[in-house]
């Protein structure tokens, strides 16, 4: 094995081993600004330490290796993923480049952990953000431009599912694991290459907003494996030694151990049983580390985020890594030269298949010798400065990025946030280890572009946003408006007291405080008492003027029955809560001068006056997981009239646990039986089914159908193979929405077997998927769309290749149908149901 160099501090002015150890596994020419640095600059470079967020304070330095962490979600993650928060810090200190004196320091890293508390990453990140502009000298001092935060989560700045919720950190340095391949330029796009970035969400959409820009972040790996080992991480098991330790005693070609996620699962389903690798969906602890040891390469898939641990953990066990994570970039990218010590692969079914062979013929003795070298660069040396681990690289990094001002994001504005930066999210939440997400709320507006997004988080980790329709030219790029200037943030405020403005934003804002408008009353009922007025309450939580009353919806839209599933129901645009407790349901004030009528007891709603035949029935939030959950929209169902079904899940959180179960929607399935004949459009958006069979039974009702004309799975979990989304007795159906359904290689063939022949089909949505096999994918669909001349819209993602599918549609003389990437008016059907 290789060992560490026995622990010593060095000065700044020695050159760092670590540089000579690299010299073989490094890009030509990468070192030698990182020697003309320890050469001369970081005899004066210095970093403070700024823990003035106190989350937790001064007291992180008898926390750092095991802080305590908030219900079931940290403690046995803190050693294997997260703990680069408290590791950097400790790291630094121990070293000769800290300062106690932010006046003479360089740059600033600050301390927060953010899963020791309830508000989660989500909530505070942001906190820490506006308790710095309140309380940190250092930070007023520069206005944060020397500041690096350490954010350890899947997605850095953004919510866990890759949502730029808080956009004041584009103004700011973050550090973390979560880095992304850049997107091709446009004269790449001319070239023809696609290069391997791409916009990377889970679970819903958002504003197309980077949580990673190489050019102000630092990329790092994650410390899975590294010493002091805290209460919760096991034992490592020691490299072995002799024989054992050459490249010629690895007898294993590969190992991989893992499941649910699409080239996680490929993997397994592909080589399960070949007894030249071992790989399958599980193995026990014990015999993890022994075929790791023993194996020449270990493939590493990203899973929920595009970075894992499983890189750290091969390159520490000298596993030749095998990165098959598309949106990973690893770390120090632009020193390492990672094709020297790893290989790294496009996905693709083809690639898969021809996995093992392609292996077989690398020269393993020499990518295993560079492992060895690059391990150094990805070790946390936590017992002081030695120059041989990974912080002569972090503190490079850091020199650099201080030197240049950050400059202001093109065309984003911050509306509004509804953190507080004195608020102590902690309490009333109980801390208990059945606690999976945290029980606290958020949300935030922001512009960007002619683009107004709306994103809220109920759990402190995920976000889900939406996009309201931009009418007006909005802040244009390329012309100013960009994020809230730091002077915005008076010392005291919480959120951002960005004024109205006036003008062409005014109506985006506007409509940004009707949706806001809701949340807001909810949390004023809850509120002490609710002894103070709303308007007063409002200003001082957003440090906004009070809103002003909505404008009444306009007379000639047609009256909606829209129901809420919520435990504190709220009618929109005036008027009481409907029925006393939790469980109730409410309903706005129906357009058209219509009376609304409260439900009481937690029973279904009367419908508004003058809606029985309006044919839409909405209900959002829903969550059917029992038997009586569906009882509400049974009912409606029942009453008849209904040709528009829309039914959206209640949001995802940490745990993505589902919003159907068997038991919960066998009733809805009943009650879908007897309306079928009758509903045109049925829209099941963001959902987690727990079985893939739960979407065959809500379409088992149509089959054969003459009426169902939309069907619409945005946002829903059909999972990599695909639900069995059989829609192709439905003779009338006109579109089918299955964008970010998690659909892979499988789920895309599953879905052109299912379209073939349906001649009837205009619209067709596959955007935000997992189809990395994009050649096939597309193919396959080519050949179900074939000769269809009524297609007015076919939408991929514009990193796909598509000439396949273009060159059908051109048969069929529809090649304009075929769209890619995002629309710009894309919201504007639903937009109008939601005013």
């Known amino acids: 094995a290789c060992p560490m160099p026995p622990i010593h501090i060095l000065s700044p002015l020695s050159m760092p081993p670590l540089l000579h150890i690299l010299q073989n596994v490094s890009h030509p020419g990468a070192l030698e600004p990182l020697r003309r640095f320890y050469d001369g600059p970081a005899s004066s470079f210095r970093v403070f330490i700024d823990d ?380 208990v280890p059945s606690q999976k997400a945290h029980a606290v709320n958020a949300t935030s507006s922001l512009q960007f572009g002619r683009e107004a997004w709306r994103c809220s988080t109920s759990d402190g980790y995920m976000c889900s946003c939406s996009k309201e329709r931009a009418r007006t030219a909005g802040v244009r790029p390329g012309t100013g408006g960009g994020a809230a200037p730091e002077s915005a943030f008076a010392a005291g405020s919480s959120p951002v007291p960005t004024p109205h403005p006036a003008g062409p934003l005014a109506e985006e804002v506007e409509r940004h405080e009707r949706h806001e408008r809701a949340s807001l009353r909810a949390a004023a009922h809850r509120h002490a008492g609710a002894a103070e007025p709303l308007g007063e309450w409002y200003s001082r939580a957003t440090g906004r003027r009070p809103l002003p009353a909505p404008k009444t919806s306009r007379s000639s839209r047609p009256a909606r029955v829209v129901e809420k599933m919520t435990v504190d129901p709220i009618i929109e645009g005036g008027g009481a809560s409907a029925g006393g407790g939790g469980g109730g349901f409410s309903m706005p004030a129906a357009s058209g001068g219509g009376f609304t009528f409260g439900g009481g007891g937690g029973g279904a709603p009367a419908p508004a006056f003058g809606a029985a035949n309006s044919g839409v029935f909405k209900l959002e939030n829903v969550s059917l997981l029992k038997e009586g959950d569906a009882a509400p929209i049974v009912a409606a169902l029942q009453r008849g009239g209904i040709s528009r079904l829309v039914l959206r899940g209640a949001p995802v959180d940490y745990d993505e646990n589902p919003t159907m179960r068997a038991a919960g929607a066998a009733e809805l399935v009943e009650a879908l039986r007897s309306a079928a004949g009758q509903l045109r459009e049925v829209v099941f958006e963001g959902h987690r089914f727990e079985q893939p069979d739960i979407v065959a039974s809500l379409l088992g009702p149509f089959h054969g159908s003459t009426a169902l004309e939309v069907l619409d799975f945005t946002n829903s979990s059909l999972g990599p193979e695909g639900a069995p989304v059989e829609v192709g007795s439905c003779e009338k159906l006109r579109e089918l929405k299955l964008e970010d359904c998690e659909l892979g290689g499988d789920g895309c063939e599953a879905v052109a077997r299912a379209l073939s022949g349906l001649t009837s089909l205009e619209v067709l949505d596959l955007r935000n998927n997992d189809m990395d096999d994009s050649a096939e994918c597309v193919a396959l669909l080519a050949e179900a769309l074939r000769g269809n001349a009524r297609l007015k819209k076919v939408a991929l993602d514009e990193d796909l290749d598509v000439e396949a599918l273009r060159e059908a549609l051109r048969e069929a003389g529809v090649e304009a149908a075929l769209h890619l990437g995002e629309d710009d008016d894309e919201d504007d059907d639903d937009e109008e149901d939601d005013e």
């Open 52 to 431: 003035a967020c106190g989350a937790p304070g001064p007291d992180w330095r008898r926390t750092w290796a095991s802080p305590r962490q908030w219900g079931l979600t940290g403690e046995k993650n803190w050693a294997t993923k997260y703990a680069a928060a408290g590791f950097l810090p400790r790291m630094v200190e121990q070293s000769p480049f800290v300062t106690p004196d932010w006046r003479a320091a360089s740059a600033s890293l600050v301390v927060l952990f953010a899963r020791s508390y309830a508000g989660g990453p989500a909530l505070m990140q942001q906190q820490c953000l506006q308790r710095l502009r309140q309380r940190s000298a250092a930070w007023r001092a520069t206005n944060g431009s020397r500041h690096f935060f350490i954010f350890t989560d899947s997605r850095g700045p953004c919510c866990l599912d890759g949502k730029y919720k808080d956009v004041g950190f584009l103004n700011h340095h973050v550090i973390g694991p979560h880095g992304e391949p850049p997107l091709p330029s446009p004269d790449d796009v001319a070239a023809g290459e696609r290069g391997q970035g791409r916009w990377f969400f889970r679970r819903g959409r958002g504003p197309k907003l980077r949580c990673f820009d190489d050019a102000k972040d630092v990329n790092i790996p994650t410390p899975n494996i590294h010493f002091p080992r805290s209460p919760f991480a096991p034992p490592l098991r020691a490299l072995p030694t002799g024989a054992a330790a050459t490249a010629a005693g690895r007898t294993l070609l590969m190992f991989y151990a893992g499941w649910n996620y699409d080239v996680r699962m490929k993997l397994v389903r592909m080589y399960g049983r070949d007894s030249e690798v071992h790989v399958r969906q599980e193995v026990p602890p014990s015999e993890y580390v022994d075929r790791m040891l023993s194996a020449k390469f270990c493939p590493v898939c990203g899973g929920f985020s595009q970075w894992t641990p499983r890189l750290a953990e091969a390159i520490y066990y000298e596993c030749v890594p095998v990165i098959l994570s598309p949106h990973m970039l690893p770390p120090w990218s632009e020193i390492l030269d990672w094709s020297t010590f790893a290989v790294r692969l496009d996905p693709t079914a083809a690639t898969l298949k021809g996995l093992k062979a392609h292996l077989a013929s690398l020269d393993h003795a020499s990518l295993f010798r560079n492992v060895r070298a690059a391990k150094h660069a990805l070790t946390y040396q936590l017992d002081g400065y030695t120059g041989a681990d990974l912080l002569p690289l972090l503190l490079y990094e850091m020199h650099k990025r201080a030197a240049v001002s950050i400059p202001p994001p093109r065309a984003v504005r911050e509306l509004s946030n509804s953190v507080e930066a004195a608020r102590d999210y902690d309490a009333g939440v109980p801390n």
